[in-house]
């Protein structure tokens, strides 16, 4: 009798949307503005671990009961910045 084979090492899947607004003003500053609203999802080990470490899944062939939203998993980011040109000139 044949050992049955062994399932794929996993599935890591990551979808997300962004906007931009970038404002620039005639005086020298500028702002930008992003957000991001994303969902990282896998069913593997977060660690570094090595190929066919077997001890992190609770179902060995049925991955997808440990399919989730990984650790690092940041739903909702904003960002902003700004910059001032100061008014030297290189001479």
Request: with cysteine; hydrophobic share 30%; net charge negative.
């Amino acid at each position: 009798m044949r050992p049955s084979p062994l399932p794929a090492i996993g599935r890591s899947d990551y979808h997300a949307g962004t906007a931009r607004l970038e404002k620039r003003c005639s005086d020298g500053f500028s702002f930008l503005t992003t957000y991001t609203y994303s969902k990282f999802l896998n069913n593997t080990d977060e660690g570094g671990a090595d190929v066919g470490d077997v001890g992190v899944y609770s179902d060995f062939y049925n991955r997808a009961a440990d399919y989730g939203p990984l650790g690092n998993d940041i739903r909702h980011r904003l960002t902003v910045s700004g910059v001032y040109e100061l008014p030297i000139r290189a001479g």
